[in-house]
């Protein structure tokens, strides 16, 4: 079974430029979640979606952050412009649905790691 | 302000011993709390998912207990060998909007 696919691994590019991350969730999944892992505050939740919605976005630092999902297989989180302090690895991770006691974990992608010059 | 916490930070055994870590999260608004080993480079790979006070969860050589009462949960590895070296995280996920919050993680080191 394919996982979560992310690409790019790696991303460089100079401080202004617009970044676009992009995800494709495991197929059936209705949760999508996008998280930043950086050496000082460890895996944090940027956004998630539900069922192509954005259910939660308090955890994008700043209006220069945007995710959008326009269909159930794929999801972008873009950075414009972006700063230094960008810098970190990008996680997607979807996941099947919850309520009424049903959980299940989160499958990761490998990330990317993006670095602003 | 959600604050899910992680003990030790980093723990050294040798191969062969049995070692446990901590998880402390807030014990009002529980909905779940997930356990993940993360490995060097790769990505998180879920280990158990816990919902219920009191459960117990097992795979393998690794255990999970639960105590949403009084907000933590601990992991257990026996008999640890050197391929569970690895960062071992849990996540707390509140009701009212299924929030994920990561702890810091424990990062374990065996030595053979």
């Known amino acids: 079974d394919a996982g979560v696919i992310q690409s790019p691994r790696h991303e460089v590019t100079e401080m202004g430029q617009e970044v676009t991350l992009r995800c494709k969730p495991i197929?059936?999944?209705?949760?999508l979640f996008w998280y930043r892992q950086t050496m000082m505050r460890g895996l944090e939740l940027l956004i998630y979606?539900?069922?192509?919605?954005?259910i939660d976005d308090s955890g994008m630092p700043e209006d220069r952050f945007s995710a959008k999902m326009p269909n159930a297989s794929f999801s972008t989180l873009k950075i414009q412009p972006s700063e230094p302090r960008d810098s970190a690895v990008y996680f997607c991770?979807?996941?099947?649905?919850w309520g009424a006691g049903y959980n299940q974990p989160q499958h990761f992608g490998d990330g990317t790691r993006l670095s602003i010059l | 302000i959600l604050n899910v916490e992680q003990s030790p930070q980093s723990l050294h055994v040798q191969e062969g011993d049995s070692t446990n870590f901590t998880c402390s999260f807030p014990s009002s608004n529980f909905y779940a709390l997930h356990w993940y080993r993360w490995e060097t480079a790769k990505s998180p790979e879920a280990l158990f998912v816990m919902t219920l006070n009191g459960d117990e969860k097992k795979k393998g050589r690794i255990s999970a207990t639960l105590n949403t009462k009084e907000g933590y949960s601990y992991l257990y590895i026996k008999g640890s060998q050197p391929e569970d070296s690895a960062t071992y995280l849990c996540a707390f996920m509140s009701t009212g909007g299924f929030k994920t919050i990561f702890g810091a993680g424990t990062r374990l080191f065996v030595k053979a």
């Open positions: 991770a979807s996941s099947l649905g």
């Open positions: 197929s059936g999944h209705d949760y």
């Open positions: 979606f539900n069922n192509n919605v954005p």
